[in-house]
């Protein structure tokens, strides 16, 4: 970035070229086809917008966002008048696409929704100086490359997940992370708001679950991690009420982010089960763990009353989160107390269940019976299938006779080519989380960025036929280790940027290099906003 001063008419302006060369356009996602032309166009106070009813939203952003950064007052003008930053209709494209051009005259970018002319505004600020983005100082006027751009997303899902259940980081986190995402283009923010160490969610007809839920007196922490005996002796407790929450959707939508609700069900439980122990298959007390690691204590999915409670906390989380999907978790239940419980070997006897398996599929399909016919989807952890994944599960329950409602999305974390491929195959939408490419709370060294970047949710060896069905990819922020939000930036970025490729753009237009070099102009931006990314140095090898 050069800034060069040049008199005009007597007084001195500051005009900020991206980039003497303009050969190189650093934009992460990297766009699906750039053509970078000749010249240059000049952008300035005096620049108008010409905007529709339908764009306005996005043209008013683009105009505030710039005169923070431009002296002047930049016009937004109607759409049959005469302007230099034109937003236009184009039906052809789909709901995500966007076409960016800069001519030396004027830039234009089309788009068929108010999605894309987002995407293509993000774009454009990306081409902008760091320092004009983040309003260090005012210039008078700014350079952009002569450029066509041509995108749209390989995949519609493309989330981030934050597991708020071991840490609550709270709404300031979130909003800083949900900038991160639009800025990367990802649309989907997986929110997993209740586990075993910590209730978030404010629920109206059962206050205990926060009242008791969301509070610790200790945590384990140490080097160790799981294997650690050491307590941090401190108490935490946090959670959203739903005004709260409704603020942080507004958010969302505003970024074209969904939120995605994640309420475990009928494992990582022991939460609600502190909250009110009628819900636990067992019936005991028991406290909010401070150890981490899977927990015993799971829902008693054969007692009505406790499937009474799940839907009616599915209500009031229906009534927040707009979105299609809604997550039920269903990972890493284990059977020991349903084993112990005399009330589930009569429900499991009376209603034909072969295996505990079958039982959670059997409760599963219940919840997603009830979450379609109110208009949604479920979605869960690929457990919810009834395979055997986890060594702690007997032979008994290697797979399930029952089922899974094929409307349900399968959330796929773990097991092989082989379990993606047959859930393929039996003809369900998948996303592809596998923890081994895409979990953030791995270390740098078991997942390097360049492992990240070079991840595809398609996997190799799925059949052809079945790629559209896999609808994308999921990064997930594992809350156990990452106590203070400096721990979790740490974690997630830069990776973040390296899965937003990956959902992005098509892997025949992804380029490592130029995937670097783009990063470090974002990263300058990061350290402007107090975002503690791990370096270079640290992200691992090649
Ligand atoms: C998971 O990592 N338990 C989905």
């Not at 983040?134 to 995108?151: G, H, T, W």
């Not at 208009?375 to 869960?380: A, E």
Request: glycine share 8%; proline share 4%.
């Amino acid at each position: 970035m050069n800034i060069l001063k040049v008199a005009f008419l007597g007084m001195s302006i500051a005009i900020h070229s991206v980039n003497a060369q303009h050969s190189s356009i650093d934009i992460i996602p990297r766009p699906q086809k750039i053509m970078v032309g000749k010249g240059v166009f000049v952008m300035d106070g005096q620049t108008k917008i010409v905007a529709s009813k339908e764009s306005y939203g996005q043209a008013m952003a683009l105009k505030q966002h710039l005169e923070k950064g431009i002296r002047g007052s930049m016009g937004i003008v109607g759409p049959d008048d005469k302007g230099d930053i034109k937003f236009e209709l184009d039906e052809g494209l789909s709901e995500e696409a966007y076409t960016l051009r800069i001519t030396k005259k004027e830039i234009s970018i089309a788009a068929s929704s108010s999605k894309g002319w987002f995407y293509g505004v993000e774009s454009l600020k990306q081409l902008f100086p760091t320092d004009i983005n983040f309003s260090m100082v005012r210039a008078d006027a700014m350079e952009l490359p002569v450029l066509e751009i041509d995108d749209a997303p390989q995949f519609r899902w493309r989330a981030f997940m934050l597991d708020e259940g071991r840490y609550f980081k709270g709404k300031r986190q979130v909003f800083k992370l949900l900038d991160e995402m639009a800025r990367l283009k990802m649309n989907v923010f997986h929110w997993h708001l209740v586990d075993d160490q910590g209730w978030r969610i404010e629920i109206k007809k059962y206050p205990l679950l926060t009242e008791v839920g969301s509070k610790r007196p200790s945590t384990q922490v140490g080097p160790k991690k799981w294997k650690s005996k050491i307590q941090s002796g401190v108490p935490h407790e946090g959670f959203y009420t739903q005004e709260d929450l409704k603020e942080v959707v507004r958010y969302a939508e505003e970024r074209n982010i969904t939120i995605i609700p994640e309420i475990e069900m009928p494992g990582h439980s022991s939460a609600a089960i502190a909250a009110y122990p009628w819900l636990g298959t067992l019936g005991k007390e028991i406290t909010v763990p401070i150890w981490f690691g899977v927990s015993e204590d799971v829902y008693n999915v054969a007692d009505p009353k406790v499937y009474g409670f799940l839907t009616d906390v599915l209500d009031e989380v229906m009534d927040i989160f707009p979105s299609e999907v809604i997550h039920i978790g269903g990972d890493e239940a284990k059977y020991t107390h349903w084993e112990k419980s005399d009330y589930i070997k009569k429900y499991m006897e009376e209603n034909n269940l072969e295996s505990f398996a079958d039982l959670q599929v059997d409760f599963t399909n219940k919840i997603s019976q009830y979450l379609e016919g109110k208009g949604r989807r479920m979605m869960g952890w690929n457990e919810i299938l009834g395979h055997n994944v986890h060594e702690y599960q007997s032979e008994r329950d290697a797979g399930a006779e029952i089922e899974l409602s094929k409307k349900a999305v399968v959330h796929f974390w773990k097991g092989d080519i082989a379990l993606l491929s047959q859930a393929a195959e039996m003809g369900y939408d998948i996303v592809n989380s596998i923890h081994s490419e895409t979990y953030l709370d791995y270390s740098y060294e078991r997942i390097p960025l360049k492992k990240a970047y070079d991840f595809n949710p398609i996997p190799e060896g799925l059949d052809e036929k079945y790629s559209d069905q896999i609808q994308g990819v999921g990064c997930q922020m594992w809350g156990e280790w990452i106590p203070t939000s400096g721990y979790m930036d740490y974690m997630v970025f830069p990776r973040i940027a390296a899965y937003a490729e990956v959902g992005w753009t098509k892997p025949g237009n992804k380029n490592w290099e130029d995937f670097n070099r783009a990063l470090k102009k974002m990263e300058l931006s990061w350290k402007q906003k107090g975002i503690y990314f791990a370096p270079a140095s640290e992200v691992g090898k090649e």
